[in-house]
């Protein structure tokens, strides 16, 4: 009898947006199945558009992030090659150069996975949702409420930390999928939406790929820097009649201390 054998699921590296800021903060790892026992450090590299290592580009920790089944890795950069104003310490150049290509590559499991990308400018500034564009779904439906970014958004967070909630405070069930560009989100309901206004609701724990959060930017100015906050946004799902007319576009950014409208 032949034994049918599948292909073993590649290990996948987030970030997976193709242009990056130069100071972005970490990059997950994604395994087919539990790597704890199987990961070498030193099979992890960041390389160059000539294909040279990169001197000392993640932060070394005693003990690595491992998520509890053991199947995704969390690899900080070293945050001295990120922040500004360090000084001429070679240790404090950047690691990641706006205008170069690198290629983070990482070997475990009998399996090698690269991911290619390029690099621009920081982004320094707080994460704010007033800049971002939510296009709303259609009442009775399953489709998605979509959610444009103005940056590259951490993929992780965007699962855990973005939620939705009617408009009396009930929770709705629902999954969120970010885009490999990291620019766009979907949340996606398990039942039908109904006609009644609702929040998309985020944490004060949400960041971009540079570990800049809503109301703080992780390298800021300690003295006029602000305080990480929860943020949401007002919708209303369109009627079926309007599922050939553009979206609505008043959507409302509410803060936590004020009440919805």
């Known amino acids: 009898m032949r034994i049918q054998t599948f292909p073993e699921i590649p290990i996948r590296i987030s970030p997976e947006a193709k242009v990056l800021p130069a100071n972005t903060l970490r990059f997950y790892f994604y395994f087919p199945r539990p790597a704890e026992a199987h990961f070498d450090r030193a099979q992890l590299c960041l390389l160059n ?8 580009p993640f ?3 005693s003990q690595e992030l491992w998520s ?7 690899v900080l950069m070293e945050p001295g090659r990120i922040k500004r104003g360090l000084g001429p310490d070679p240790a404090h150049d950047p690691a990641l150069v706006v205008g170069r290509t690198y290629s983070l590559a990482v070997t475990a499991l009998g399996q090698t996975a690269h991911h290619t990308f390029c690099v621009s400018d920081p982004v320094l500034e707080a994460v704010d949702e007033t800049h971002w564009r939510l296009v709303a779904p259609t009442v009775g439906s399953l489709d998605p409420v979509v959610v444009h970014f ?4 951490d993929a992780a967070l965007c699962e855990d930390e ?6 009396s405070g009930d929770i709705v069930q629902t999954s969120v999928s970010l885009a490999p560009d990291g620019t766009t989100a979907q949340i996606i309901p398990s039942h039908p939406w109904s006609a009644l206004e609702h929040h998309l ?5 949400l960041e971009d790929v540079c570990g800049n959060r809503l109301g703080e930017a992780l390298d800021h100015d300690l003295s006029t820097g602000g305080r990480p906050r929860a943020g949401t946004i007002s919708f209303t799902c369109h009627g079926l009649e309007g599922r050939d007319t553009p979206p609505n576009s008043s959507t409302t950014p509410v803060y936590p201390d004020e009440t919805p409208a």
């Open 49 to 56: 558009e000539d294909e040279q290592v990169v001197r000392d």
């Open 59 to 61: 932060l070394v920790l």
């Open 68 to 74: 509890a089944d053991g199947r995704r890795l969390t």
């Open 150 to 153: 103005d940056r590259v958004m």
């Open 162 to 167: 973005i939620g939705v909630l009617t408009v």
């Open 201 to 205: 609701v985020v944490s004060e724990r």
